[in-house]
């Protein structure tokens, strides 16, 4: 595609439900990134991706947090049990085989936990 | 671990003025990137200009430069002739040069541009 696409845009979820966030990165790219933005802070990492292989989950808060990548292209994150403190813009970036000299991001999800 | 500082939560600048956005990191590697991002409302993270540590040159991307001081770990961005479009959310953003290539992101600084 022409860009990073995430959906839904926007989400709202009740305390307990779980949800699913889905990226498609641009076609190609082997590299996928999950970042987590609370309000009024930078990105902070959350998980990476090369083609199907999850390589770094490291910056996932808590065992609710699961992403996937099966085919090496679409990517779901998802979240369990969604707490309040989960409230936040969760981006999605790919970028190139060609070693990372730039990171795509998609316009990312918002999601509120009510 | 590595950290990246950015100490103006918010900036001001009169349209066709020039402004400085300051970015400091803390490191113990030699090999890494530097980047700095514009955040719209719209919430896409943009690319505004990278810098590759082993370069001396300061980079620079049309109205977009750097001053990068490696002995200072300070990375600081001039935006020259601000229009009223680079209003924005800035992020500065540090990359190793090994690992996952995981971006750590400072605070940012909201610039605003005044007409």
């Known amino acids: 595609g022409a860009g990073v696409s995430q959906s839904p845009r926007y989400k709202v979820a009740k305390r307990g439900q779980d949800v699913a966030l889905r990226c498609d990165p641009i076609?190609?790219?082997?590299?996928l990134f999950w970042y987590q933005q609370a309000l009024g802070q930078g990105p902070e990492f959350l998980t990476y991706?090369?083609?199907?292989?999850?390589?770094?989950k490291s910056g996932l808060p808590s065992d609710r947090f699961f992403a996937e990548r099966p085919e090496g292209s679409v990517s779901t994150l998802k979240i369990q049990r969604t707490q309040q403190e989960d409230s936040a813009v969760y981006l999605c970036?790919?970028?190139?085989?060609?070693?990372?000299?730039?990171?795509?991001f998609g316009q990312g999800t918002r999601l509120t936990v009510v | 671990a590595q950290t990246v500082t950015q100490s103006q939560p918010e900036m001001s600048v009169q349209e066709a003025e020039t402004v400085t956005l300051s970015c400091t990191y803390d490191?113990?590697?030699?090999?890494?990137?530097l980047f700095w991002y514009k955040q719209p409302p719209s919430r896409q993270m943009i690319l505004v200009i990278r810098q590759e540590a082993y370069k001396q040159q300061n980079a620079t991307e049309n109205r977009f430069s750097v001053n990068f001081q490696k002995a200072a770990k300070s990375f600081s961005l001039k935006i020259s002739d601000s229009q009223l479009g680079d209003a924005a959310m800035y992020f500065c953003?540090?990359?190793?040069?090994?690992?996952?290539?995981?971006?750590?992101f400072g605070k940012g600084t909201k610039l605003s541009v005044i007409p």
């Open positions: 970036a790919s970028s190139s085989p060609e070693g990372f000299t730039e990171a795509f």
């Open positions: 953003a540090y990359r190793s040069g090994a690992g996952s290539y995981q971006l750590t």
């Open positions: 490191t113990s590697e030699s090999d890494y990137y």
């Open positions: 991706f090369q083609n199907e292989a999850q390589l770094d």
């Open positions: 076609s190609g790219h082997v590299s």
